[in-house]
């Protein structure tokens, strides 16, 4: 399970180095900030956001999707893993970026599947789930309020 973190950190951090602004920031305490996206409808989706600058130029956008294991509607359960350490002071000195922890409902997921037999299939009809599109319309709302790269989405 070790190895799978440190994959996955190695794949992230060679993705946020591509492009690191030179500007120094101002960090802010290492902490997400809770929110809830809702759009007209009503349909609502728990995230955490984690803003590290202050009047700074254009930083990417990581959008940290969590496993079936922390789904649910704490609004909690999706920073146990990988997302304390995307906001360690370390990391973010190194590749500052913005942070989003969207948290997918308990009786939801992020794609289609198939279930057949005891497998997992991505399904291809084409239609996002209710969290993915709720997602993508928080994604836009997030490029227009913040300091966002459009580039490094």
Known sequence: MHHIYLLYTSIILSCL????????????????????????NGDSLNY????????????????FLHGSGERGGDNEAQLTHIAPYLISDSIQRLHPCIIVAPQCPSDDTWSRVDREEGTWLASSNGEATQPTS????????????????RDRV
């Open 48 to 63: 955490r956001v984690y803003l590290p600058y202050r009047n700074t130029e254009n930083l990417p956008l990581h959008i």
């Open 17 to 40: 180095a591509c492009k690191t602004p030179t500007k120094m920031i101002e960090l802010r305490p290492s902490i997400y900030d809770k929110a809830i996206y809702t759009d007209r």
């Open 134 to 149: 709720l997602l993508l319309e928080l994604i836009d709302k997030l490029i227009e309020e913040h300091s966002i790269d």
